[in-house]
């Protein structure tokens, strides 16, 4: 076994500090359940010493009022070295949560840099403040960054959304206190340490890996102006509460339930390559946009049941280490324990396991999912209505597309989604009936250019190109005064 990574301090606003307790997190690997990591585990008071020098630097710090080209130089010297670096990083994510390497490199390391790179395109055109003409007179409408932000990050696809966040709120001229998932703080860790070669000002960011207490009292704290958290519904139920009491603006990106429909004409070929990338394909099922309800027309029913079977049958499972692997093991027992007990539950529901249903035959340790497609589903059960968070796929028959529509809609989720058809127009016509964040034509894509965020329970505000910058400042009107006819 490999040398086990261990940090002994907090990185607390640039300087690595002594925790203020002595709990720690021991980083297990999901594949060999063997420690490989130890950090401290954040307290309230470090979270109380981040916000402070978050505050002080917000309030009277360069970092805010340093011009806007100041921040993108300081940021693309951030994402030049995550870029140079993106093999460690991805090293290092699948270490922690068993993301299989063809999907770290791509969805975990190369996503973060795309994440850094879209926002500094969108910041380089970014417009401070204007002016217009008002009712009374011209006005100057300015943006001003927000203030201290709380970002609170999950485990699935740890830098990304940790990039999501950071990159939008650095440009914005915000400070930072993160507090990364305690199941994957070392990437964290390791982009704090890029920020500080990039010579990000004292003060700025922090990172203070830890579980839900710690996190409650960070996104319930008086001054932090806004919380930005990917995560589960309930965990975003929670933080809305707690932020709430100060007002403390928020934006959640939330669960999923997505449907991908297969219209009539819909070439299989790419319905099948989509929807596998989709959902095993991406991160072992472990995405809040996985593609987990397949809407099939009744006439192709045994058609689409039988490539997917095929296709799920044929997938690796095993090492992520080993670029062949297409699916890895569950982040923790919890989540190998989740999965299976909604297979059980989907088959006492009634519906059939077409491939799959288990752990994979040898797989004595490591928390492994078979890839599991489920067949003979209703748009009733629990397995078709509640985030499963795994390898585990719906297919579900309908009879007419207005069907198919109110299926996709019928979910109190709405973050993404994927039409298939042979007529591109008309499949668009049937994705902007689709009350989701984000739906594909003929295919599985998360643009990193454009607006990702959900409807109903999949959350509030939106992530990644000009509006994820935007949700980093508040808007000021200056009213000037009016010209004299002198």
Known sequence: MSEIIEYRKLFIGGRWVEPAGHDTIEVISPVTEQVVARVPHAAPADVDAAVAVAREAFDHGPWPRMPLAGRIAVVTRIKDAIAARHQELAELVTLQNGSPMLFSVRGQALSTVGAFAVALSVAETFQEEHERQGVGGPVLVRREPVGVVAAVTPWNVPAMTVAAKLAPALLAGCTVVLKPSPETPLDAYWLAERCAEAGLPEGVLSVLPAGRETGAHLVGHPDID?????????????????????????????????????????????????????????????????????????????????????AFGALKVGDPSDPATVVGPLVTKAQQTRNLDYIRIGQEEGAKVLTGGGVPEGRKTGWFVEPTLFGEVTNDMRIAREEIFGPV????????????????NDSEFGLSGAVFTADVEHGTAIARRVRTGTITVNGFRLDLA????????SGIGREFGPEGLAAYFEYKTVNLPAPTNA
């Open 226 to 310: 806004k919380v930005a958290f990917t995560g589960s519904v309930a965990a975003g139920k929670a933080i809305m509460t707690a932020a709430a009491a100060n007002l403390t603006r928020i934006s959640l990106e939330l669960g999923g339930k997505s449907a991908a429909i297969i219209l009539e004409g819909a070439d299989l070929a790419t319905a099948v390559k989509s929807i596998v990338a989709g959902t095993c394909g991406a991160n072992s099922g472990q995405a809040c946009v996985a593609l987990t309800r397949v809407l099939v027309p009744a006439s192709r029913y045994d058609e689409v049941a039988g490539a997917l079977t095929a």
């Open 393 to 408: 796929v719906c297919l579900i028959r309908y009879e007419s597309e207005d069907e198919a529509v109110a299926l996709a």
């Open 450 to 457: 454009a607006p990702f965020g959900g409807y109903k329970n």
